[in-house]
T-cell receptor, first 112, second 115 residues
Framework: QQQVKQSPQSLIVQKGGIPIINCAYENTAFDYFPWYQQFPGKGPALLIA?????SEKKEGRFTISFNKSAKQFSLHIMDSQPGDSATYFCAASETGANNLFFGTGTRLTVIP | EAGVAQSPRYKIIEKRQSVAFWCNPI?????LYWYQQILGQGPKLLIQ????????DSQLPKDRFSAERLKGVDSTLKIQPAKLEDSAVYLC?????????????FGNGTRLTVT
């Protein structure tokens, strides 16, 4: 059973475009929602994270939007660059619980 | 700050053979995780240690997988005997305090191919 559902599986945008990656969850106990970025041959690295007490969080060109009632959250990348080409994973966990549940990943390609 | 170190980077074995992976976490990180990442999927937790004690191994196939963190620092994950479906990247991660959602820092993983 997939705890966190992520879409799309892959995404191609032109440089300067705004790719949007969506995730949904069922477990209402989840209260921590990070996004990880993974380049080929590397481990995932934390990009940005949000808690349900805010509806949006922005760090540089990366923004998380959170909709608690719909149990959905999304990642927006403003002014995307070829260097943003990577696989992005959303994840969710419950504070104090052991497991961080990852989505299936979105492979983003930014064309110059 | 040195990152999470893993070795080897790649390993190719035949089914039914055994294999071991090593991980050295970031200094001072009490929590250590082993994740399995099958191609095209997100990482899946296999086992979590807090110092040298196991916090969660509910997803570890204990008939063939074992892991230890004897001195509360580095860790070894072993598979014996390996199956074809064990082909994956094995990622080690560490964090300061899992109970407060401290960020996970991942190593670059070991890519295992079972033929």
């Amino acid at each position: 059973q997939q705890q966190v559902k992520q879409s799309p599986q892959s995404l191609i945008v032109q440089k300067g475009g705004i790719p949007i990656i969506n995730c949904a969850y069922e477990n209402t106990a989840f209260d921590y929602f990070p996004w990880y970025q993974q380049f080929p041959g590397k481990g995932p690295a934390l990009l940005i994270a949000i808690r349900p007490d805010v509806s949006e969080k922005k760090e540089g060109r990366f923004t998380i939007s959170f909709n608690k009632s719909a149990k959905q959250f999304s990642l927006h990348i403003m002014d995307s660059q070829p260097g943003d080409s990577a696989t992005y994973f959303c994840a969710a966990s419950e504070t104090g619980a052991n497991n961080l549940f990852f989505g299936t990943g979105t492979r983003l390609t930014v064309i110059p | 700050e040195a990152g999470v170190a893993q070795s080897p980077r790649y390993k190719i074995i035949e089914k039914r053979q055994s294999v071991a992976f090593w991980c050295n976490p970031i200094s001072g990180h009490a929590t250590l995780y082993w994740y399995q990442q099958i191609l095209g999927q997100g990482p899946k937790l296999l086992i979590q240690f807090q110092n040298n004690g196991v916090v969660d191994d509910s997803q570890l196939p204990k008939d063939r997988f074992s892991a230890e963190r004897l001195k509360g620092v580095d860790s070894t994950l072993k598979i014996q005997p390996a199956k074809l479906e064990d082909s994956a990247v094995y990622l080690c991660a560490s964090s300061l305090d899992w109970s407060q959602n401290s960020p996970l820092h991942f190593g670059n993983g070991t890519r295992l191919t079972v033929t």
